[in-house]
């Protein structure tokens, strides 16, 4: 045989290395499986968003300590940094925002929806049973070129070199997204900007220069004698101070009476004494400055004043 035919011929097939999968390894994964599929399902059924958020986040914070056992740390940093840091955050924000009621609503807003939610589920069983059904098994290719080099030098090389085009449009379609965003949620000032100063001076010269009382507090305004509202739209006694209301009842009765309180058995409290009534000390101070005297025992005015005029004449006359 010449050399020429020697080279010619057939090369032996390579054998393929086969690299065995660790105990340690398979129990991590049908671990991490088994609680990813049981959280997708919590996603599924809860009838909360809160806690459908919380057990999405479990599945995605499994898929990245799975990508951590299969040697790649950035697709693990990159599945915690911004699917779990930022979508579901984002989701959360959402939920918190609009608020979620506590009455479970059990009325179907769609109809029918719970039987294309069967059809389309029947659907996907189908496509992945046909599918796994039909799967080729080959020698695995190109394996060890691709471990061969480190996983960050190697994605970044794939990044900008080879999808570098679609790196570049896949970052002006966000920036322009992020500006669109900005475009609609900006508001054209049609005025000039009010100031604290100019909102406080309204806000004085206004018919309420306080603070309104919240609503359904207090029943007309906020006073402190003033009964709460409870739901039903009844006021509450009980929120009233009890010395308030004793004092509001103490004076309602003086007020009903109309009877001074300084004359008790007939006899009157000396001016400045400590039964001396406010009633009585209002009184005596007006009846000072119109000029007709104090008020005495009998409440009219002058009553313990000298009598004059036709009382000296008389008593002159009976002399005389």
């Known amino acids: ?105 059990l009325v179907e807003t769609l109809p029918g929806q719970r039987v294309a939610g069967a059809l389309i589920a029947l659907g996907f069983v189908a496509m992945l049973v046909f599918g796994l059904t039909d799967v080729v098994v080959g020698d695995p290719a190109g394996l060890g070129a691709a471990g061969g080099e480190q996983n960050l030098p190697a994605l970044a090389g794939q990044l900008f070199g080879q999808y570098v085009i679609a790196f570049e449009a896949t970052g002006a379609l966000l920036i322009t997204a992020v500006l669109g965003a900005l475009v609609l949620a900006f508001r054209e000032r049609t005025g000039p900007k009010v100031t604290q100063r100019q909102l406080s001076q309204v806000r004085i010269r206004g ?63 000396a001016p400045g004494d400590a039964s001396d009534s406010t009633e009585a000390k209002e009184a005596r101070a007006e009846g000072e400055e119109t000029g007709t005297g104090p008020v005495g025992a009998a409440g009219a005015p002058g009553a313990g004043e000298p009598r004059g005029g036709n009382d000296s004449d008389e008593t002159e006359g009976g002399v005389r």
Not at 13 to 32: D, K, S, Y
Not at 43 to 50: A, I, L, Y
Not at 212 to 228: E, F, Q, V
Request: charged content about 10%.
């Open 207 to 269: 018919p309420h220069p306080s603070p309104l009382p919240g609503p359904g507090t207090y029943a007309r305004h906020n006073a402190i004698d003033m009964p709460a509202l409870l739901p039903d739209g009844s006021t509450s006694e009980l929120s009233v101070n009890p010395v308030l209301a004793a004092r509001a009842e103490s004076a309602g009765r003086a007020t009903a009476s109309g009877v001074d309180l300084q004359v008790r058995a007939g006899s009157s409290a």
């Open 1 to 105: 045989m010449s050399p020429l035919t020697a080279l010619a011929a057939p090369l032996p097939p390579a054998v393929p290395e086969t690299v065995p999968i660790g105990g340690g390894e398979t129990a991590a994964f049908w671990a991490l499986a088994t609680i990813m599929v049981l959280a997708a399902l919590g996603v599924v059924f809860m009838r909360k968003p809160v806690y459908s958020a919380l057990l999405l986040a479990v599945v995605m914070i499994s898929l990245a300590v799975l990508y951590g056992i299969q040697q790649a740390p950035f697709l693990m940093v990159v599945q915690i940094i911004v699917y779990t840091g930022a979508v579901l955050m984002l989701f959360l924000f959402v939920v918190m925002l609009i608020g979620v009621s506590s009455a479970d609503s």
